[in-house]
């Protein structure tokens, strides 16, 4: 079944404490995204990747890292995460960008910093 | 500054209502306009559109865009209890892809 696999489901954690969630998709997608959706805010997107070692930064960046070292795979990691970024993440792939290639999105990850 | 704003933020009405929500946006090289729906997990996509003036349709659902005034309506008729979700609008130009906040639908039965 083509998917985007998002792990883990649920996550809380204290603050400082490393952690990474991982996204990984089977359908051959160039383009994938983190995005993290707060009440009233919508989806904002942290970083994207067009491909294989192509990342780049989104609207809400900060605090986060992410890598592309294989084609279907593209953590996100917080290197010391802050009660700020407890929020609901998603990540998405597209086949090309997403010009003409709608978004599939994982089931995301609710995160909760204490 | 809001590039994507959606109307209302949030809609109840009764089954077999016809509804429509808004997306208006103000981007430069607009590309495409993306609604999807959201219920307890990941948004799913309904449609893409490019041109204005062309309506998508899928069953109870249909979409026009107007490049002119710069917005796009979602429109359900006879809506169900499963039409009650988070309806998001997304704004592709150059290479960015801007999402609204959603406009959050409750239909009662």
């Known amino acids: 079944e083509a998917q985007v696999t998002q792990n883990p489901r649920y996550l809380i954690t204290v603050t400082g404490k490393k952690l990474t969630v991982t996204c990984s998709q089977n359908?051959?997608?160039?383009?994938m995204s983190w995005y993290r959706q707060d009440p009233g805010l919508g989806l904002r997107q942290i970083y994207y990747s067009m491909n294989v070692e192509v990342t780049d930064k989104g609207d809400v960046p900060e605090g986060y890292k992410v890598s592309r070292k294989e084609k279907r795979n593209f953590p996100l990691i917080l290197e010391s995460p802050s009660p700020n970024q407890t929020s609901l993440y998603f990540c998405?792939?597209?086949?090309?960008?997403?010009?003409?290639?709608?978004?599939?999105f994982g089931n995301g990850t609710r995160l909760t910093v204490t | 500054e809001d590039k994507v704003v959606q109307s209302p933020l949030s809609l109840v009405v009764h089954e077999g209502d016809t509804v429509t929500l808004n997306c208006s946006y103000e981007?430069?090289?607009?590309?495409?306009l993306l609604w999807y729906k959201q219920e307890k997990k990941a948004p799913t996509f309904l449609f893409m559109l490019t041109s204005s003036g062309i309506e998508k349709k899928s069953g109870r659902l249909s979409s026009i865009l107007d490049k002119k005034e710069l917005f796009s309506i979602l429109n359900i008729t006879a809506t169900q209890t499963g039409d009650s979700a988070i309806y998001l609008c997304a704004v592709e130009y150059g290479n960015k892809l801007v999402f609204g906040a959603g406009t959050i639908l409750r239909v009662k039965s």
């Open positions: 998405a792939s597209s086949l090309q960008g997403y010009y003409n290639s709608p978004l599939h």
């Open positions: 359908m051959n997608h160039e383009y």
């Open positions: 981007v430069t090289n607009f590309r495409s």
